[in-house]
């Protein structure tokens, strides 16, 4: 007992806080029973599951958001009208906490895969709307008159000339909405969708590493739809815009 | 007038207390404000508590954000290193980065107040690091040529110019860290997570407490973003002096 403490326990420490990582990580490969009940817990089939209705929840939120935001935002950005609530609904959107969107929905609406979707969509719409919004009205107004002056139509204008240099800031945008769609989601659970923040949530049924595990999960997900979000943008931004800003940084 | 009027609701709140579901919270109404009057005390902390988070993850936050943005001021090799490492702990969802930091700092104030600076982190190094790269070069030119040493050009020329830009972002991150600190109850830290969550979802949605956290929560966001732009007015006079 007593040469357990002190300094040994010091250095026991850091192998102890790998340690529930590396529960963690066992949570998620291998099954066990649940801390109260002798129910079966972890493995990848339960994080599959969970894993799979955070990810349909989430894509059919960030496409819905996009659907209604991106159109909405490149046209009033082409008109620039609107620009206080496009700007207003951006910094809304930030003041509104996730958890109370939730629980709001949980109180007044009711439960269930579609109401969820319906509010993390609601959470993804505004940063997308402010920065497509914005993108459109960066646009050097030089470009758009030569565009006009060319002969193109108006929808022209939007499809060739505006939206190719917006990219950068739209999918910036979209971005941000797939970090809060994510993260929303997660929060789900407590609104009966089992996603993995039931894991994250469920301490007393999932012990520590399995809130861990839901936890690296969770991150994981949001990076990987990063990653594929980075490449998307990479693919949509049109080569010139990006040998210009190299130049840019290469002359400052 | 008054009098009878108190009686008569006194007469009102005893009849509702007798009977716990002819009660505006015994029947879950949307909002009983007689519930948040008669409890306001429950309120207190959880709101300090929240104040809290905010305060300090913004401040410590901001803090490593500027030291950042210095460094990688004179060394432009190092914005996309920090760029990219701030943006990759961005993209955690908060409530993940809560859990993750459990089994290095444990459950609690700590743990949630480290995880939010590091949003701010991002955030404001963003800005203050596109504030200091938009410095018109007529402005570093000036200085120059009356003799300034790099350090004053950084402290007279250059970060009074980025301010309202830094401030800006100092904005963007207190807000959203309003809105995020709801989820510090998850780390075990309090804050109006805990009349959201504890005192409503989890007591039998109990809707008056869901509605009035919601209502805190967006008052506070309000209130610190008011304050933010009285503080950027002050810091930037000369801009107003411009828009005058």
């Known amino acids: ?252 | 007038m008054l009098a009878t009027l108190t009686t008569l609701l006194a007469q009102v709140q005893i009849r509702e207390a007798g009977s716990g579901a002819t009660t505006c919270q015994g029947k879950n109404e949307a909002f009983c404000p007689s519930y948040v009057i008669d409890n306001i005390d429950d309120y207190v902390s959880p709101v300090l508590e929240h104040l809290v988070l905010v305060l300090a993850s913004v401040l410590a936050g901001f803090l490593v954000a500027m030291v950042l943005a210095v460094l990688s001021h004179g060394r432009r090799w190092l914005i996309p290193v920090f760029i990219g490492t701030t943006g990759v702990l961005y993209t955690i969802p908060s409530i993940a980065l809560f859990l993750l930091l459990l089994p290095i700092t444990g459950r609690g104030t700590e743990t949630a107040i480290i995880a939010l600076s590091l949003y701010n982190l991002q955030i404001i190094y963003r800005n203050a690091n596109s504030g200091l790269a938009n410095i018109p070069r007529s402005a570093l030119d000036s200085g120059t040529g009356m003799g300034m040493t790099k350090r004053q050009l950084l402290w007279k020329v250059e970060l009074p110019l980025a301010l309202p830009e830094i401030i800006a972002g100092v904005r963007i991150a207190t807000v959203s860290t309003v809105a995020i600190a709801t989820l510090a109850i998850f780390a075990g830290a309090g804050g109006l997570g805990e009349i959201l969550y504890n005192e409503g979802v989890q007591r039998g949605v109990f809707k008056t407490n869901i509605v009035f956290g919601s209502l805190l929560a967006v008052s506070l966001a309000i209130a610190f973003d008011g304050l933010l732009i009285l503080v950027q007015r002050f810091a930037a006079p000369w801009r107003r002096a411009r828009a005058l």
Do not use: C
């Open chain 1, 1 to 252: 007992m007593a040469e357990g403490e002190g300094p040994v326990s010091a250095v026991l420490a850091i192998p102890a806080f790998l340690g529930s990582f590396g529960g963690a990580i066992d949570f998620i490969f291998s099954q066990r029973e649940s801390v109260q009940a002798g129910e079966p817990i972890g493995g990848l089939s339960q994080i599959w599951d969970l894993l799979a209705t955070q990810m349909a929840v989430s894509i059919l939120a960030l496409v819905l958001a996009t659907a209604i935001a991106l159109p909405l935002g490149v046209w009033l950005g082409h008109r620039g009208v609107g620009e206080f609530a496009a700007v207003a609904i951006g910094n809304a959107g930030r003041a509104i906490p996730e958890l109370a969107l939730i629980a709001l929905m949980v109180a007044f609406i009711g439960t269930g895969v579609l109401n969820v979707t319906i509010a993390v969509t609601i959470l993804g719409i505004p940063p997308i709307l402010t920065n497509a919004f914005v993108g459109m009205r960066q646009v050097d107004r030089g470009a758009v008159d030569a565009a006009r002056g060319m002969g193109m139509t108006e929808l022209e204008v939007i499809r060739r000339v505006e939206l190719p240099l917006a990219v950068p800031t739209i999918m910036g945008g979209v971005r941000t909405a797939s970090v809060n769609i994510i993260a929303t989601s997660t929060i789900g659970s407590i609104a009966g969708v089992k996603t993995l923040g039931d894991l994250i949530l469920g301490q007393a049924t999932y012990g520590t590493e399995g809130v861990i595990a839901g936890a690296i999960v969770v991150a994981l997900l949001a990076l990987a739809f990063e990653l594929i979000l980075a490449a998307v943008q990479k693919t949509l931004t049109p080569r010139g815009l990006v040998l210009q800003r190299a130049a840019a940084r290469v002359s400052a």
